[in-house]
């Protein structure tokens, strides 16, 4: 087939057949019609990510390459950040996020077992995981309604004299209170972690104080204003390489560290494939390794491999791209949602955006109020096609993975009694709002939602 082609000819043949194969197998999009199920999240994509997929396995370099360094450099150009780290997971861009405070390198701040950190506990476990694994006592806070994040006028009575930390995600694509949450963080010197998984794309309005006195407002993306933010590429997120994440700062230190914890634990910087980048492979001491010990197995912390393929790059690189327009699409979807169930706030607690922000939603919330059967309420909606998530554990520390902790009384704090945790848990529920939803689509939901309303009471 490919006698008398060049290697870059062949390529283009096999490309433009993968094209062609995506524009008629893949984009064989069904009219909806009442009844069919609307997932709350999907995959939103064309032939450039399965091409971009393909050019990556045709190189057959496997690991990470040429399109991990595209993507790592075009998504902190997106973000408007220094430095990203791409990962396998956003879990595990949670786990290096964490881990990079871990290090000796960052002298009196290193976070180190038996301090502690502030958190919320209605969230995903992930945000907290890191933390318990290092022998690190989470500190959770309650949160707002219907803001769904961190309630700040607990962060004074959290404190103690072994915070070190403030790790907390941005809610279905709502901000936390930054500026109070950034704050208090440079008025104790706390790191703050901005676990942005479900948030890409969202925006907040930073307030500078200047040398004079004045207040200056940048709008900034969220997982920018704190000391490291994480993405998640998982397939129902903002967009997606299949698995995958992010890990970005400013920071050149924070930055080093990430990268050593990523790649296991090394200290050599060259990437997969380079040799001597410093020019002193073999002639450097390292602790009490011999004179010249090769430098690429130096290894300066406890570390992992938590690299993605450069096949997940290639998607990644493609999907970034949309970016804009899939976040004008998730807040088009939000807004007409809410415009047709705004006049059921006699039974609903409808959610509202964090002042000064402006999301880039990643779900519609509801909480039912008094009288509205959750449970009912969702079975309803489910058995007519739409499908529905919690708020992902509700409380954290009401759940299995805590019994051993709850019963021995040890590993965790609470402040105050976490009431809206606790409802959340119990009257909460969102569906999706995501970019490949059409207008019918959102319109039968609130529809749906509308006849529910009569079964959940």
């Given at each position: 087939?490919?006698?008398?082609?060049?290697?870059?000819?062949?390529?283009?043949?096999?490309?433009?057949?993968?094209?062609?194969?995506?524009?008629?197998?893949?984009?064989?999009?069904?009219?909806?019609?009442?009844?069919?199920?609307?997932?709350?999240?999907?995959?939103?994509?064309?032939?450039?990510?399965?091409?971009?997929?393909?050019?990556?396995?045709?190189?057959?370099?496997?690991?990470?390459?040429?399109?991990?360094?595209?993507?790592?450099?075009?998504?902190?150009?997106?973000?408007?950040?220094?430095?990203?780290?791409?990962?396998?997971?956003?879990?595990?861009?949670?786990?290096?996020?964490?881990?990079?405070?871990?290090?000796?390198?960052?002298?009196?701040?290193?976070?180190?077992?038996?301090?502690?950190?502030?958190?919320?506990?209605?969230?995903?476990?992930?945000?907290?995981?890191?933390?318990?694994?290092?022998?690190?006592?989470?500190?959770?806070?309650?949160?707002?309604?219907?803001?769904?994040?961190?309630?700040?006028?607990?962060?004074?009575?959290?404190?103690?004299?072994?915070?070190?930390?403030?790790?907390?995600?941005?809610?279905?694509?709502?901000?936390?209170?930054?500026?109070?949450?950034?704050?208090?963080?440079?008025?104790?010197?706390?790191?703050?972690?901005?676990?942005?998984?479900?948030?890409?794309?969202?925006?907040?309005?930073?307030?500078?104080?200047?040398?004079?006195?004045?207040?200056?407002?940048i709008t900034k993306m969220t997982g920018t204003i704190g000391d490291i933010g994480t993405s998640s590429f998982y397939p129902p997120h903002h967009m997606t390489m299949g698995e995958g994440g992010a890990v970005y700062t400013d920071n050149p230190l924070l930055h080093k560290c990430i990268r050593s914890f990523r790649d296991w634990g090394r200290d050599c910087v060259c990437a997969s494939g380079q040799d001597n980048l410093c020019g002193h492979r073999f002639d450097r001491q390292y602790g009490e390794l011999p004179l010249g010990y090769d430098h690429k197995y130096v290894y300066s912390h406890f570390g992992y491999n938590l690299k993605a393929t450069d096949m997940q790059a290639a998607i990644g690189c493609a999907q970034l791209m949309k970016m804009p327009s899939f976040t004008e699409k998730r807040r088009e979807n939000f807004e007409r949602l809410h415009s047709r169930l705004k006049d059921l706030e006699d039974y609903f607690i409808l959610p509202v955006a964090c002042e000064g922000s402006n999301p880039s939603w990643f779900g519609f919330m509801l909480t039912c109020k008094d009288g509205v059967d959750r449970n009912k309420l969702v079975s309803y909606i489910e058995s007519h096609g739409i499908q529905t998530r919690m708020l992902f554990a509700g409380n954290l520390?009401?759940?299995?993975?805590?019994?051993?902790?709850?019963?021995?009384?040890?590993?965790?704090?609470?402040?105050?009694?976490?009431?809206?945790?606790?409802?959340?848990?119990?009257?909460?529920f969102w569906i999706g709002v995501y970019p490949g939803m059409t207008n019918e689509m959102l319109d039968y939901m609130a529809k749906i939602i509308r006849e529910a309303i009569g079964e959940g009471r």
């Open positions: 087939m490919f006698e008398n082609t060049s290697e870059q000819e062949a390529k283009k043949q096999i490309l433009d057949m993968v094209s062609a194969y995506c524009d008629t197998y893949h984009k064989k999009g069904k009219k909806f019609t009442e009844g069919m199920r609307i997932p709350y999240a999907s995959r939103v994509y064309d032939s450039q990510e399965m091409t971009n997929l393909v050019d990556a396995a045709l190189d057959f370099w496997l690991t990470s390459g040429k399109y991990t360094n595209q993507f790592e450099k075009e998504f902190s150009d997106y973000l408007g950040v220094k430095y990203c780290s791409l990962v396998n997971s956003g879990s595990s861009a949670n786990l290096l996020a964490f881990m990079a405070l871990t290090s000796p390198l960052l002298g009196d701040r290193q976070v180190k077992p038996g301090d502690e950190m502030i958190t919320v506990a209605a969230g995903f476990p992930t945000t907290v995981t890191p933390a318990i694994q290092y022998g690190v006592v989470p500190v959770f806070i309650d949160v707002t309604i219907p803001q769904y994040n961190m309630d700040v006028t607990q962060l004074e009575q959290a404190l103690s004299d072994k915070t070190k930390v403030v790790m907390a995600a941005h809610t279905l694509g709502n901000p936390f209170d930054l500026n109070a949450v950034k704050a208090f963080c440079e008025k104790h010197n706390l790191w703050l972690i901005e676990d942005n998984c479900d948030a890409l794309g969202s925006t907040y309005d930073v307030q500078i104080m200047q040398a004079d006195g004045s207040c200056q407002t520390t009401k759940h299995p993975c805590f019994d051993q902790m709850r019963q021995e009384k040890r590993g965790y704090r609470i402040v105050g009694n976490l009431q809206n945790s606790d409802r959340i848990m119990r009257d909460t």
